[in-house]
């Protein structure tokens, strides 16, 4: 029955009411109204079909709504936690819901030692994304930002425990490779930020980027798999329109470039060197 109407043994105009089924079984009722709000009661009957005391009690309202993804109430919950600092949270959070979007990537690694790189390590699956909304799409790259901010304060607290109790220091290939996989992430979300064609996301997810590389980009020899991360956040810099441009981001662009040329000659790449300054002219890097 409607809202606010006492429910009786007539009330069946709406399929699937009205009809007497063994208890435990389901009950769909269709034909119901979008945002609108019912109420529900249920009645014991005899073998013989006979009412026993009548109707039952009347339930609460019950409106009509569609059900949030879980995905969105993940992202939600991640973005309100580390809004609260509540990074424990946050990180469970984003872990629930970066976790069902990706999948391992066993691609080869001849510079650390180890049979899969950490900055490709993880992959997108892209079925998976072709499945879900717009909104989750942008909900999902923040969740790869904030996800790698708690992995950010991890590597930092763990830095500092270290240093304070002058135990065994971690070395410099194990921050490199945690710092790999903090980029990996990101990447993924920047991935998911130009399907999402979110410029405002792809943005901030490119300064991260540039920040947690800038330790590795110092380096008097570079990792060749820096080359490939570079080459994907350049590209990204071209979904940002002109208006979003401002000073801080034009000297991240103008430092990506000038460290993909440098790689680009180190590594003998010339050509791809070339393809940079080139497809710099695009980019609103100057501003006059």
């Keep these: 029955a409607g809202s606010g109407i006492a429910v009786s ?64 109430l993940w992202g939600y919950l991640a973005e309100i936690a580390f809004s609260l600092r509540h990074y424990n949270v946050a990180k469970i959070a984003t872990n629930h819901l970066c976790t069902y979007f990706i999948e391992k990537c066993q691609a080869p690694c001849n510079y650390l030692g180890l049979e899969c790189s950490p900055l490709q390590s993880y992959q997108l699956k892209l079925d998976f994304l ?27 607290d763990s830095k500092h425990n270290l240093k304070a109790k002058k135990a065994l220091r971690e070395s410099q290939i194990e921050t490199q490779k945690n710092r790999l996989k903090i980029c990996n992430q990101l990447l993924l979300g920047l991935q998911v930020a130009i399907t999402a064609q979110n410029p405002v996301q792809i943005k901030r997810i490119v300064t991260e980027i540039y920040n947690i590389l800038t330790c590795l980009l110092n380096m008097k020899l570079k990792l060749p798999l820096l080359q490939q991360a570079l080459i994907k956040v350049y590209q990204a810099l071209h979904q940002v329109p002109y208006p979003l441009w401002d000073s801080n981001l034009r000297k991240v662009a103008s430092s990506i470039a000038f460290e993909l040329t440098t790689s680009s000659i180190q590594s003998n790449e010339l050509e791809m060197s070339r393809h940079a300054l080139l497809s710099d002219i695009d980019l609103p890097t100057r501003h006059w």
Excluded: K
């Design 9 to 72: 043994l007539n009330n069946n105009e709406y399929p699937g009411t009205g009809q007497r089924l063994r208890p435990g079984s389901v009950v769909t009722v269709s034909n119901l109204i979008p945002n609108e709000s019912y109420v529900f009661a249920i009645g014991g009957y005899t073998n013989d079909g006979v009412c026993v005391n009548g109707i039952g009690e009347t339930c609460e309202e019950i409106v009509t709504l569609f059900p949030l993804p879980i995905h969105l």
């Design 130 to 156: 072709r499945a879900v909304s717009l909104g989750e799409l942008h909900h999902l790259a923040e969740s790869f930002i904030i996800h790698s901010r708690c992995a950010e304060m991890t590597l930092s």
